[in-house]
């Protein structure tokens, strides 16, 4: 066997086990952009139009941009419907409640991101991100929020919440920094059941390799994607303590003097038995008629595991098995897995920036409305992106092309994120002249008691 960089051998218990050394993988966010954010600078805002109305038939007006805005960054950044109208000028509560209520489905969120997405995707400056221009790595990752009131779907999770409950924003990003889906569930759930579904919403964007924690990871879930074209990817913590897997007819005698040497064999008889039903569930994944994570919540409620369940992780464990040794062989794929990773947690830092009114829990207590209120901020962190994308495409297109400045314009933004807020006011004005100082009530003060 090659001598691999970046790995270690140990003995112990006369059990050879594996070490992988640290890394340094910088990935520092200097990229300031000292100006004015605007929603409306976002390509003219064109995902307003995806706001329709529940019932086209009877409505009359639409709704102005003004609400639609208000009720976006009410909902977005966890101010609330009733206090983003107080703080408001020019806003009416009751009309802005309307707007909400009959424009801010779901479906209208998640196809106003799409616009923004598109627009993002049709455009060459993100592919300086991409490692390949053949493939297209993704990740996701999961965020914990306090209930801040009776949550229909918060559980408790001590580890996060103490003895308080909560709930799990899940978020999908890829390599150029775009936020295509994100989901909302209970504490208590496994994130692993949820990748699937954010993988098969891939109107926009298309995943060829996709990268979790060990809190994504399952054997059950790198048969899933396998099966549906997927190249899965974790980062799996203590992986010397995994168990690596082969077939019988690999005896021990075969494999003198590896250093990694698989623990078990892979039940192949289980495999067969169910494989017929492995691809009824595969196909019904993939035609969209249920999702993954319905799926696995129905094959985890019995008391003993399920044998369509077990047969899914026979056939995982073969995918396992062969992703681990080339992920301790191939140093670019740690790095490339490490640093998508970094991603998402750089866009969970910009979720609970965005969300000023309170950054460490919902203020709506049921799941629909956590979801809607996750795709406004999901809207506001794409559209921030979107304008610090449209930002550096007009520097480009200013600076001269005979000359090397757009060569080393373009190689400083690859080497750092465009994920910044830095430059974006995110708390509002302050306005502290003399004419707002004055009492503008006239009220007396009152008469001291002798």
């Known amino acids: 066997m090659e001598k691999t960089v970046h790995l270690q051998f140990q003995h112990q218990?006369?059990?050879?086990?594996?070490?992988?050394?640290?890394?340094?993988?910088?990935?520092?966010?200097?990229?300031?952009?000292?100006?004015?954010?605007?929603?409306?600078?976002?390509?003219?805002?064109?995902?307003?139009?995806?706001?329709?109305?529940?019932?086209?038939?009877?409505?009359?007006?639409?709704?102005?941009?003004?609400?639609?805005?208000?009720?976006?960054?009410?909902?977005?950044?966890?101010?609330?419907?009733?206090?983003?109208?107080?703080?408001?000028?020019?806003?009416?509560?009751?009309?802005?409640?309307?707007?909400?209520?009959?424009?801010?489905?779901?479906?209208?969120?998640?196809?106003?991101?799409?616009?923004?997405?598109?627009?993002?995707?049709?455009?060459?400056?993100?592919?300086?991100?991409?490692?390949?221009?053949?493939?297209?790595?993704?990740?996701?990752?999961?965020q914990k929020f306090t209930a801040r009131t009776n949550y229909l779907n918060a559980n408790y999770s001590f580890k996060y919440f103490g003895k308080e409950q909560g709930v799990s924003a899940y978020t999908f990003v890829d390599e150029r920094n775009l936020l295509w889906h994100s989901l909302v569930f209970s504490a208590a759930e496994r994130e692993s059941a949820y990748v699937i579904d954010g993988l098969m919403r891939n109107d926009v964007v298309k995943s060829d390799i996709h990268s979790t924690d060990t809190h994504g990871y399952s054997e059950a879930i790198f048969a899933v994607t396998y099966l549906l074209g997927f190249s899965y990817a974790p980062r799996i913590k203590n992986l010397k303590k995994q168990t690596l897997y082969t077939f019988k007819t690999l005896k021990k005698t075969n494999y003198p003097g590896w250093n990694i040497i698989p623990d078990k064999y892979i039940n192949r008889n289980i495999i067969e038995e169910t494989w017929d039903d492995v691809l009824r569930l595969v196909s019904t994944i993939k035609l969209k008629e249920t999702t993954a994570s319905e799926i696995f919540r129905r094959l985890n409620s019995y008391s003993k595991q399920h044998r369509l369940y077990q047969g899914l992780k026979a056939f995982g464990q073969i995918i396992k098995s062969q992703f681990i040794l080339r992920y301790l062989d191939d140093v670019e794929l740690r790095q490339a897995i490490e640093k998508q990773l970094n991603k998402v947690e750089l866009a969970n830092r910009l979720t609970r920036a965005v969300a000023v009114g309170d950054p460490r829990g919902f203020i709506q207590p049921e799941k629909e409305e956590q979801e809607i209120a996750e795709a406004c901020n999901r809207l506001i962190k794409n559209s921030i992106i979107c304008w610090n994308y449209l930002y550096i495409f007009d520097r480009l297109a200013r600076l001269d092309k005979q000359s090397n400045q757009q060569k080393i314009l373009l190689s400083a933004i690859s080497s750092h994120s465009v994920m910044s807020w830095a430059h974006i006011n995110m708390l509002g004005e302050y306005d502290f002249s003399d004419i707002k100082l004055k009492d503008s009530f006239g009220i007396r003060s009152p008469t001291l008691l002798t």
Request: proline share 2%; hydrophobic share 35%; aromatic share 12%.
């Open 13 to 142: 218990n006369r059990r050879k086990i594996w070490r992988k050394q640290r890394f340094n993988l910088s990935f520092r966010i200097v990229l300031y952009l000292w100006s004015r954010f605007s929603l409306r600078s976002t390509s003219t805002a064109v995902f307003l139009g995806e706001f329709q109305h529940w019932q086209q038939r009877y409505t009359k007006n639409r709704a102005t941009d003004k609400m639609l805005y208000a009720g976006i960054i009410g909902k977005g950044c966890a101010i609330g419907t009733p206090k983003i109208a107080r703080i408001s000028s020019q806003i009416n509560e009751n009309k802005l409640s309307h707007v909400i209520n009959w424009y801010f489905s779901l479906e209208n969120i998640r196809a106003a991101n799409d616009c923004v997405i598109k627009l993002l995707d049709g455009m060459e400056l993100p592919d300086t991100y991409r490692r390949s221009k053949s493939t297209l790595h993704t990740a996701s990752d999961g």
